[in-house]
T-cell receptor
């Protein structure tokens, strides 16, 4: 079946640095991917829709200059958290669009010190 | 705007007992409906989904869900819970126009199973 991977699975960084998270579709092409964030013991909130070859569409309240999304190929979308701060610490999960639903990656745990 | 409500934040059941997790949605038309399970620190696994047709949907791991249009509900059930079912369960919806991949999630129900 369809498989989506994320890298890294966890990352710790210092405040003020930038962190890049990769989301790959391993055995299929994904024109559209989605990025969610999940705070501890909370639900998943959609951050943005990543479209191959075009700009991402951000949900209301998500800072597009802080969360840079690039979808340069049909199998890779990246989320870069720029100038990370402790409040950006969260679990970031991507998904790839499939007919009849979505396939989710395993998530990336970001901790900003 | 569409929304999903899971009234029960935390449920505890004994192993072997039956389970029902509630999900209600608010949307102009019947959306696509999903149930996902998440183990601690892990990603999401799809249990089942409803798009149309038979309102009783069978999923993996012995789970089923029933869509009730009159109640705007899509409750998840399992006749006999196993200890390995302990996890967080999320109900989700997607608009029935366009992609079924852009999901709005409920707040989740944490299931604890006692032996």
């Amino acid at each position: 079946g369809a498989v989506v991977s994320q890298h890294p699975s966890w990352v710790i960084c210092k405040s003020g640095t930038s962190v890049k998270i990769e989301c790959r579709s391993l055995d299929f092409q994904a024109t559209t991917m989605f990025w969610y964030r999940q705070f501890p013991k909370q639900s998943l909130m959609l951050m943005a829709t990543s479209n191959e070859g075009s700009k991402a569409t951000y949900e209301q309240g998500v800072e597009k200059d802080k969360f840079l999304i690039n979808h340069a190929s049909l199998t890779l979308s990246t989320l870069t958290v720029t100038s990370a701060h402790p409040e950006d610490s969260s679990f970031y999960i991507c998904s790839a669009e499939l007919a009849g639903g979505a396939d989710f990656g395993p998530g990336t745990r970001l901790t900003v010190l | 705007a569409q929304s999903v409500t899971q009234p029960d934040i935390h449920i505890t059941v004994s192993e072997g007992a039956s389970l029902e997790l509630r999900c209600n949605y608010s949307y102009g038309a019947t959306p696509y409906l999903f149930w996902y399970v998440q183990s601690p620190g892990q990603g999401l696994q799809l249990l089942l989904k409803y798009f149309s047709g038979d309102t009783l949907v069978q999923g993996i791991k012995g789970f089923e869900a029933e869509f009730k249009r009159s109640q705007s509900s899509f409750n998840l059930r399992k006749p006999s819970v196993h200890w390995s079912d302990a996890a967080e369960y999320f109900c989700a919806v997607a608009p029935n126009t366009g992609t079924a991949s852009k999901l709005t999630f409920g707040t989740g129900t944490r299931l604890q199973v006692t032996l």
